[in-house]
C-alpha cells in the first residue's frame, strides 16, 4: 500500500547541475501535482497533470519542467538549478475534482 | 498568490484541551480542504467541507464554513501529543485549483 513514493528523499546539487525528481502512485488516480514548500509561504503549485497526456503550470512554473510518463508517473525536471530553487518538493495525486489530495513525503533539494 | 490566510500562525496549548484553528479566503470555492502535516512527512487529508455544507464533523475533528464571511474553523477536541503537527486549510475552485495557506504550527504539551 504504497501510496504515493518520491524519489530521492534527499539531494543536494551544485548551482547549474540539472536533476530529475520521480513520483508514482499506484492509486489509479488522473490527476497528478508538485508543489514546492518553503518556510512561511505554505506549499505552492508547480505544474500539474489533471490527466494522462495533458500538463499545465501552477503558480511557480519557472525553472521547471514536468513529463506525464504514464498515468502512474508524473516527474519534475531541474535543466539548470539556482539556489532559489532550494526547497522541500512534494508531489500529491487525486482521482479528480473536489476530491482530497494524497501527497508523497517529499524530496529535500539543496543547491549550493 | 495565497488564498487561505490562517490564524494564529501557531499555537500552544496542554493535553486535553481544544484547539481551534481559523482560516479565510477572498474568492468563491467549490470545496474547502484542511490537512496536517507532521514533521518531516507529507500532507495529511483530514476533512473536505462542500460550499454548501456548514459543518462536518470526523472523530475528534470539526470543521464550520461560513461562505458569507469566507471563512471556516478546524476544532480539535480533548487534544493529545500526537496532534501536534502544522494544519493547512485548502480552497478549491470551480475550476478544480486548488490553494494551500500558509499553515497553523499546534503544540500540545503533555
Known amino acids: 500500500n504504497a501510496g504515493v513514493t518520491q524519489t530521492p528523499k534527499f539531494q543536494v546539487l551544485k548551482t547549474g547541475q540539472s536533476m530529475t525528481l520521480q513520483c508514482a502512485q499506484d492509486m489509479n488516480h488522473n490527476s497528478m501535482y508538485w508543489y514546492r514548500q518553503d518556510p512561511g509561504m505554505g506549499l505552492r503549485l508547480i505544474y500539474y497533470s489533471a490527466s494522462e497526456g495533458t500538463t499545465d503550470k501552477g503558480e511557480v512554473p519557472n525553472g521547471y519542467n514536468v513529463s506525464r510518463l504514464n498515468k502512474r508517473e508524473f516527474s519534475l525536471r531541474l535543466e539548470s538549478a539556482a539556489p532559489s530553487q532550494t526547497s522541500v518538493y512534494f508531489c500529491a495525486s487525486r482521482t479528480g475534482k473536489n476530491q482530497p489530495q494524497h501527497f508523497g513525503d517529499g524530496t529535500r533539494l539543496s543547491i549550493l | 498568490s495565497q488564498q487561505g490566510e490562517e490564524d494564529p500562525q501557531a499555537l500552544s496549548i496542554q493535553e486535553g484541551e481544544n484547539a481551534t484553528m481559523n482560516c479565510s479566503y477572498k474568492?468563491?470555492?467549490?470545496?474547502l480542504q484542511w490537512y496536517r502535516q507532521n514533521s518531516g512527512r507529507g500532507l495529511v487529508h483530514l476533512i473536505l467541507i462542500r460550499s454548501n455544507e456548514r459543518e462536518k464533523h470526523s472523530g475528534r475533528l470539526r470543521v464550520t464554513l461560513d461562505t458569507s464571511k469566507k471563512s471556516s474553523s478546524l476544532l480539535i477536541t480533548a487534544s493529545r501529543a500526537a496532534d501536534t503537527a502544522s494544519y493547512f486549510c485548502?480552497?478549491?475552485?470551480?475550476?478544480?485549483?486548488?490553494?494551500f495557506g500558509q499553515g497553523t504550527e499546534l503544540s500540545v504539551k503533555p
Open positions: 474568492t468563491s470555492i467549490n470545496n
Open positions: 485548502a480552497t478549491e475552485d470551480q475550476g478544480g485549483k486548488l490553494i
